[in-house]
């Protein structure tokens, strides 16, 4: 029973945070879709898989237990996939549960992050992406992904993995007068090569506090079974 109150407290807490910065990063993405998608074939290496076959998956998990299928799901949404195989795919764990997980089943953790989930801020965020960035840069890695759960209410927690780089935006049916064509100043490589880690950085850090909703969602609920 205490633990189900401790996790209750700061669900409301991380749950304020999670719907505060989710109309940010929500317009983040809707801004990056729109300019794509009128960009036509634009020629940016964030828009194309590096030459490397290795694979980033940055894993959002939480650092304790007893919440459920929480940090399962997301080891179970790597290892049931058939494109992430120990090989050539590395893993950025945020979160001891995963790290460990996926340790035991053969990936190769790349960089161990826990500790920034015992209280995540933007800086980390950016950090993470500009390291991540650099190596898909020099060829190091070919795509980065993102493993993290969706918060959608206080019982619904949705594990997800989205893709990174390269961006993929799928083309939206819009009204003709809309379909006009983007027109960039300065020129469209500098102009992307300046939004797009903004946009990764966005994502990244909004998984965070949506995980961090989610953990003590699940936290509450697997507290309030047993």
């Keep these: 029973k205490a633990m189900k109150l401790v996790s209750t407290v700061k669900l409301q807490r991380a749950k304020g945070k999670a719907e505060a910065t989710k109309p940010y990063f929500d317009c983040m993405y809707d801004t990056v879709a729109t300019m794509l998608s009128k960009s036509g074939n634009v020629d940016h290496p964030y828009l194309k898989s590096g030459a490397s076959s290795k694979k980033a998956v940055i ?46 089943k053969g990936y190769t953790v790349a960089s161990d992050l826990s500790e920034v989930m015992n209280g995540p801020i933007y800086a980390d965020a950016k950090k993470l ?33 989205l893709k990174l780089l390269p961006v993929e935006i799928e083309a939206k049916e819009e009204a003709e007068i809309d379909n006009i064509p983007m027109n960039y100043e300065p020129d469209e490589e500098e102009a992307l090569g300046i939004i797009i880690p903004k946009y990764i950085t966005s994502l990244i ?17 697997a507290m309030d079974s047993a």
């Excluded at 919440?67 to 120990?86: P, Q």
């Excluded at 390291?131 to 594990?159: D, M, Q, S």
């Excluded at 998984?207 to 699940?218: D, L």
């Design 59 to 104: 894993t959002i998990t939480s650092n304790r237990g007893l919440a459920g299928g929480y940090n399962n799901n997301i080891v179970k949404l790597i290892t049931g996939d058939e494109t992430f195989d120990t090989e050539n795919t590395e893993i950025y764990a945020l979160g001891k549960k995963g790290r460990d997980s996926l340790a035991l």
């Design 129 to 161: 992406s500009e390291a991540l960035l650099e190596r898909f840069e020099k060829g190091e890695i070919g795509e980065i992904y993102l493993a993290y759960t969706v918060f959608k209410n206080t019982v619904t927690h949705v594990p997800t993995m």
């Design 205 to 221: 850090y909004g998984a965070m506090m949506e995980a961090v909703a989610s953990e003590n969602g699940a936290r509450m609920q």
